[in-house]
T-cell receptor, first 110, second 114 residues
Framework: GQSLEQPSEVTAVEGAIVQINCTYQ??????LSWYQQHDGGAPTFLSY????GLEETGRFSSFLSRSDSYGYLLLQELQMKDSASYFC???????????FGAGTRLFVKA | NAGVTQTPKFQVLKTGQSMTLQCAQD?????MYWYRQDPGMGLRLIYY???????DKGEVPNGYNVSRLNKREFSLRLESAAPSQTSVYFC?????????????FGQGTRLTVV
């Protein structure tokens, strides 16, 4: 079967670092994507990990461990505009479709 | 630079009515998707089309049909709308379903069934 687990909510202060964890189970696995969605908006792509390790894109980094079926998104130097929902989305075989979970709602406080 | 365009943006239907949600992309992408998003449920895949001429069911296909009209367009049809289909619907596209490629989303259709 397929499953995804992310924390439902995370709260952090402006300027801090926050890590959003994701564990997944899919029928086959290609890689793990992360998307950001602001209230009322469409999801937008943040990063993709096809291999184990850390990928860095500016203030955001994403990590993958295939052996642990685990990944995380790291947001540094948090800004108020980072308040949004963050979705991990594993891409698996069996149709190669990308599955999204319920997401993690991040609240950034001043 | 339109990307993925969905129409309409808002719609109210009565139970039992039918309608078609339209989606078009101008990025020459092979793969297209329809998701629905309900509060606290994240995005759930309804149907997808890996390439022109093919469609497959996702997680929640019941009550929906799709048509991949051509490479650009992928429509979602509700034959007999039900209140449980009240949701925000997102169309997305990506270059290739088996490649490391990001999905681009439309701005969504907010559908209410009364």
């Amino acid at each position: 079967g397929q499953s995804l687990e992310q924390p439902s909510e995370v709260t952090a202060v402006e300027g801090a670092i926050v890590q959003i964890n994701c564990t997944y189970q899919t029928s086959g696995f290609y890689g793990l994507s992360w998307y950001q969605q602001h209230d009322g908006g469409a999801p937008t792509f943040l990063s993709y990990n096809g291999l184990d390790g850390l990928e860095e894109t500016g203030r955001f980094s994403s990590f993958l461990s295939r052996s642990d079926s685990y990944g995380y998104l790291l947001l540094q130097e948090l800004q108020m505009k980072d308040s949004a929902s963050y979705f991990c989305a594993p891409k698996g075989t069996g149709g190669f479709k990308t599955i999204f979970g319920a997401g993690t709602r991040l609240f950034v406080k001043a | 630079n339109a990307g993925v365009t969905q129409t309409p943006k808002f719609q109210v239907l009565k139970t039992g009515q039918s309608m078609t949600l339209q989606c078009a992309q101008d990025m020459n992408h092979n793969s297209m998707y329809w998701y629905r998003q309900d509060p606290g449920m994240g995005l759930r895949l309804i149907y997808y089309s890996a390439s022109e001429g093919t469609t497959d069911k996702g997680e929640v296909p019941n009550g929906y049909n799709v048509s991949r009209l051509n490479k650009r367009e992928f429509s979602l049809r509700l034959e007999s709308a039900a209140p449980s289909q009240t949701s925000v619907y997102f169309c997305a596209s990506s270059e290739g379903i088996s490649l490391n490629t990001e999905a681009f989303f439309g701005q969504g259709t907010r559908l209410t069934v009364v």
